[in-house]
């Protein structure tokens, strides 16, 4: 009983220390390595810092990419199917890489040291793509628009020219996954009020992708596509080279965590120790499973995962066997034979998150069309008011101030809404909750976009007898991208703060390296998809649902199959999420023994 008050004692004394030097509890360490101060480091002053970062990180990107495909066509004069082929591979290598920078932030360089390297690698690549498009590709100056194309040239350029965008991509890719997660690294999820700050951190970073990437789609776009395209090329190195500035600037301010070693190798031991015991029979509960102390678990920086029932088999790597008793008298400790509880969890939790991953393709399937599909539909449409022309890609400027407009509906309006209705602490709907509206509304695009393709075609074939462009204007695609705003503030944003929730301390950029691939695997399924389509209806119809000219096709029926796909998934979702059982942390300091040193007793 004395024991039990000694301990409860002390508890209580190490909160008011804690509460008294104002330090985080998540275990956040400042950029010397000491304990994190709530006053002096992380909170909105970081955070704004790393936000202005991402705007100004994903205008520069997108101010390659928006446009690489007519580059590739009027500069480098490669055909169109060469060019869609080339920028579909420059954009998988981009999620490829996001997995790479997301392994060694997790395991070895933390996310400060990742973002700050692939940053530099960043503005290299585009300073390299500036230099050499303003020397050796655009020739005869002024080439490169629509009128004037380019000369040939010589392998070395066009190698150049190569090794400067994959550079760019590697540096996008590699900094991405850690952007996010660093940025809300800077709160501490364990009080309250930081707690509340960090779920809405993650609505406002994907509110400055889109912010950067609008004045890509627009200004920058509109140059490029009248051949200035060095100028383009150098204010998107400019404006890397500036977040990479300003994001250093920060530096004193930034909040970080250790990095936790490999997580392949903690995944390797997990199962081989369970194999290994596979005719041991668990206690029913989980009692007596083993857990290291802080001071012996190679996860120092994280927090202990409390045991949850599923998986039972890995359970059986967390069991102490005669032999491992012995071990531990002796202290010797093989995790290739015995893994602490924590560990085993970690690699529940990653399986757990597979399906519900899955489950997000679909949407990034339907999300994917806006920049293909979409434009493609827009092309076809009356695209003039007066004389002035709407390029069909700019349309996506709708997608981009939904997003902005549903951001502030959800956090002012919504949540708390919600929030009153479920008369609940927890404000509004579970990230959960809002991936599957997200899916909803995904579905309701679909809809939306074959409805308008219906009318497009009638109008087309009364106006034109099938040849021509509809009088049908492109205004009436609004609802289509406002839709796909809409949805992309509860799922790529729910995405987001699940992942980031829900994946454990020493593979938090692995979770938004995540939902960074689902996206590049949504790009290759529709690919698959698409042509599949087009396999199956050219046997009933000449031209097939998606021809060259789509007057002659059925794009509508494309759309409503996706719809149908979405309802499908969402059915599914609706059983993982159900299935999906949360992670469960222990409170840092209260339930480990190794506190810094300001907080020992």
Request: hydrophobic content about 45%; charged content about 15%.
């Amino acid at each position: 009983m004395a024991a039990l008050q000694s301990f409860h004692h002390q508890s209580t004394l190490k909160e008011e220390i804690v509460e008294t030097e104002g330090f985080t509890l998540d275990g956040a360490v400042d950029w010397h390595g000491q304990p994190a101060i709530k006053s002096k480091s992380g909170t909105w002053v970081a955070a704004i810092i790393i936000l202005v970062n991402q705007g100004l990180a994903t205008l520069a990107f997108f101010g390659v990419g928006v446009n690489l495909v007519l580059f590739l066509t009027r500069v480098l004069q490669q055909d169109n199917a060469d060019a869609a082929n080339n920028v579909s591979k420059w954009m998988g290598t981009v999620y490829i890489f996001s997995l790479v920078g997301a392994f060694l932030s997790d395991s070895y360089w933390g996310r400060y040291k990742t973002c700050v390297i692939f940053q530099i690698i960043f503005v290299i690549g585009l300073v390299s793509l500036s230099l050499s498009s303003y020397l050796f590709l655009i020739r005869p100056k002024g080439c490169g628009d629509e009128q004037t194309p380019c000369g040939s040239h010589s392998k070395s350029e066009i190698s150049l020219f190569y090794l400067s965008i994959y550079l760019t991509a590697l540096g996008n890719g590699g900094y991405q996954p850690n952007i996010a997660t660093f940025g809300a690294d800077q709160f501490d999820e364990e009080d309250p009020k930081e707690g509340h700050s960090k779920v809405a951190f993650f609505s406002y970073f994907y509110l400055a992708l889109n912010l950067g990437s609008l004045f890509s789609n627009t200004i920058l776009g509109f140059f490029e596509n009248e051949g200035m395209w060095a100028l383009g090329f150098w204010v998107s190195a400019g404006s890397a080279l500036v977040a990479l500035l300003l994001f250093l600037a920060g530096t004193p301010r930034y909040r970080h965590f250790k990095p936790s070693g490999n997580p392949l190798t903690r995944v390797c031991q997990v199962v081989v120790s369970a194999a290994k015991k596979w005719r041991v029979r668990v206690p029913i509960g989980g009692e007596g499973l083993f857990e290291n102390d802080r001071k012996q678990s190679p996860n120092s920086g994280c927090r202990k995962i409390l045991h949850t029932h599923g998986f039972k088999f890995l359970d059986k790597a967390a069991y102490i066997s005669s032999r491992d008793l012995s071990d531990r008298e002796e202290e010797v400790n093989n995790p290739w034979r015995l893994c602490p509880i924590t560990r085993v969890e970690e690699v529940k939790c990653i399986l757990r998150l597979i399906p519900i991953w899955l489950c997000t393709m679909i949407y990034s399937v339907v999300f994917t069309q806006m920049a293909s599909l979409f434009v493609e539909q827009g092309a076809v449409m009356k695209t003039t008011i007066s004389n002035f022309h709407i390029p069909p890609a700019s349309m996506s400027s709708f997608d981009i101030l939904s997003v902005a407009l549903f951001i502030f509906l959800y956090r002012r309006i919504l949540d708390p809404f919600i929030g009153k209705l479920k008369n609940s602490s927890s404000n509004g709907l579970t990230e959960l909750q809002r991936m599957g509206v997200g899916l909803i509304i995904a579905m309701m695009a679909m809809v939306s976009a074959g409805i308008v393709e219906c009318y497009r075609l009638k109008y087309a074939q009364a106006d034109c007898g099938g040849s021509g462009s509809s009088s049908l204007s492109i205004f009436w695609q609004v609802p289509q991208y406002a839709l796909i705003g809409a949805s992309e503030v509860f799922m790529y944003v729910g995405q987001l703060e699940f992942f980031n929730a829900q994946a454990p301390d020493g593979l938090k950029s692995f979770g938004s390296a995540l939902c960074m691939s689902s996206i590049s695997l949504g790009n290759y399924v529709s690919s698959m998809l698409v042509t599949m389509v087009m396999k199956i209806s050219t046997a009933d119809h000449m031209a097939g649902w998606i021809p060259s000219n789509l007057n002659k096709g059925h794009l509508d029926r494309f759309y409503f199959l996706l719809a149908a796909l979405t309802v499908i998934d969402f059915v599914i979702y609706i059983g993982c999420a159900k299935w999906y059982k949360c992670i469960k942390l222990e409170h840092k300091y209260e339930q480990t023994e190794e506190q810094p040193e300001s907080l020992r007793v």
